[in-house]
């Protein structure tokens, strides 16, 4: 994301993004991808350990903790191979239970725009795209994408997962590029199940709150 530029004329262009802002769930953290993951990780792991029940033996707790580590690197490994810069995942258990979800935000992907209409542009984008419709968030127009990811054992996906993902247009941007915001979900094993339904209009409730910042 570029800054402000001048033209040849001395006029001042608009300026162009350079991040977001989104307000996340209630019990969920962020992990930056770029620079502060071990941070972020050790941050949520030690209030995790702090729910855990005062009894609970030295060595349970240890094997705990190294697992929850283990697990949120290996998440963020994965999040990091799909160009993402930002993973945000939910940290607090409900009723006991660690929602199965999450969504990223993507490296801002460049994609040739003139002389090609929307279509044109969310195939150059997302070939395999199905379900589609066209959103404007924040003045950036755009599309939603709704879908199932299949398992993928490359990537050590090992079910079906509902994924929707909002691709924008970044604004005043000197060349056209694009942000994803890509969310998942197992639910409980059934991408079309009540539950899944649930966090998938929870998610879309969070997009309703993103927004461009600039510098």
């Given at each position: 994301m570029s800054s402000t530029t001048e033209t040849t004329s001395g006029?001042?262009?608009?300026?162009?993004?350079t991040g977001y802002t989104l307000v996340p769930p209630p019990g969920w953290d962020m992990i930056p991808l770029h620079e502060g993951t071990s941070e972020a990780i050790k941050r949520?792991?030690?209030?995790?350990?702090?729910?855990?029940?005062?009894?609970?033996?030295?060595?349970?707790?240890t094997k705990a903790r190294l697992e929850l580590i283990k697990r949120l690197k290996k998440v963020a490994?994965?999040?990091?191979?799909?160009?993402?810069?930002?993973?945000?995942?939910?940290?607090?258990?409900?009723?006991?239970?660690?929602?199965?979800?999450?969504?990223?935000?993507?490296?801002?992907?460049?994609?040739?725009?003139?002389?090609?209409?929307?279509?044109?542009?969310?195939?150059?984008?997302?070939?395999?795209?199905?379900?589609s419709e066209e959103v404007t968030i924040d003045g950036a127009a755009g599309f939603r994408v709704d879908g199932v990811a299949?398992?993928?054992?490359?990537?050590?996906?090992?079910?079906p997962s509902r994924r929707i993902e909002y691709i924008l247009q970044i604004p005043n941007s000197a060349t056209p590029r694009w942000l994803t915001v890509s969310f998942s979900t197992i639910a409980d094993g059934r991408?079309?199940?009540?539950?899944?339904?649930?966090?998938?209009?929870?998610?879309?409730?969070?997009?309703?709150?993103?927004?461009?910042?600039?510098?």
């Open positions: 006029e001042t262009t608009a300026q162009a993004p949520i792991v030690d209030g995790s350990v702090q729910e855990l029940p005062t009894d609970i033996p030295r060595d349970d707790l490994r994965q999040a990091r191979e799909a160009r993402a810069m930002d993973l945000h995942l939910p940290v607090e258990r409900i009723d006991g239970v660690a929602l199965p979800a999450s969504f990223i935000i993507s490296e801002p992907l460049s994609a040739p725009a003139l002389g090609m209409d929307a279509g044109m542009v969310l195939s150059s984008l997302r070939p395999d795209a199905s379900q299949q398992p993928d054992s490359a990537r050590e996906v090992e079910h991408p079309d199940s009540e539950m899944a339904e649930i966090l998938v209009e929870l998610f879309d409730a969070v997009m309703t709150t993103f927004r461009w910042s600039y510098a």
